[in-house]
């Protein structure tokens, strides 16, 4: 029986199977992502070619320890294919994400991506999303006000992200608001609802974006799944 981390070491090392010489990637963040930027530095210093764009600073600086080149989303034209974990997957292939933080340019990145894969353990694996708490980025001024009105709205609780006794402050100056729906029964509605409060930024609601879902197993097994 592998550990959760050995599966998200075997998932990254097989997700590095799908990038190709000279391809225009994009790469996102988190614990199983991790182990693919390790496996990158080794395929680069092997000859391995590709142009990175990243998702996060944390994704950034691995890239630096790897000696790993990266540009900006605006300096590329398009990007052939993203890589990137989740916090949930449901049967259709929506997705929760954002549990590391870094939504907002997970989805900026990923939705300029002619592919998106995802790589989780199968714990990550739903029928419906929402036990995992949905995080929402929202801008700093005003947002106990978006707090109380998703709160109310939908008569769930929602909590302030915090690091070490203080507001969690993302790559972009944001604050998360952590939403406890249980349910999410129709993701791409709540996605488009949740948007039209002032002052929301962006959800970790990623519906019909992922085009292969790529599951480990603890018995040793990978599973892709194309949608
Ligand atoms: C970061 C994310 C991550 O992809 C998600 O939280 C999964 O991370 P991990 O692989 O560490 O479980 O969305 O914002």
Redesign the pocket.
């Known amino acids: 029986m592998l550990t959760q981390d050995d599966i ?1 070491q075997k998932l990254g090392i097989f997700a590095a199977d799908f990038i190709k010489q000279d391809m225009f990637i994009g790469l ?7 182990y693919l930027l390790r496996e990158l530095g080794k395929r680069k210093k092997d000859g391995l070619h590709f142009t990175a764009v990243c ?2 600073v944390q994704t950034q600086n691995i890239l630096k320890e790897e000696d790993i080149a990266f540009v900006t989303l605006d300096d590329v034209e398009k990007l052939q294919l993203a890589i ?4 949930e997957v449901d049967i259709n292939g929506n ?9 907002l340019q ?1 989805k900026i990145v990923e939705s300029n991506a002619d592919e998106l894969i ?4 199968e714990k ?1 694996n739903v029928e419906t999303l929402g036990a995992f708490p949905l ?1 929402v980025e929202v801008i700093r001024f005003g947002w106990k006000q978006v707090q109380q009105k998703i709160e109310n709205r939908y008569n769930i609780k929602v909590a302030l992200r915090t690091k070490d006794g203080k507001p969690f402050i993302t790559d972009h100056q944001h604050f998360i608001l952590d939403c406890y729906f249980n349910s999410i029964p129709n993701p791409a509605q709540l996605n488009t609802d949740l948007h039209l409060l002032p002052g929301v930024v962006e959800t ?1 609601l990623f519906t019909g974006m992922a085009t292969q879902i790529v599951t480990g197993y603890s018995n040793g097994n990978i599973a892709v799944r194309d949608l």
């Open positions: 998200k996102g963040t988190g614990s199983t992502v991790y998702t996060s990137d974990g989740a916090d997705l929760i994400k954002g549990g590391g933080g870094a939504l997970e995802i790589i989780v353990d990550k995080p970790g």
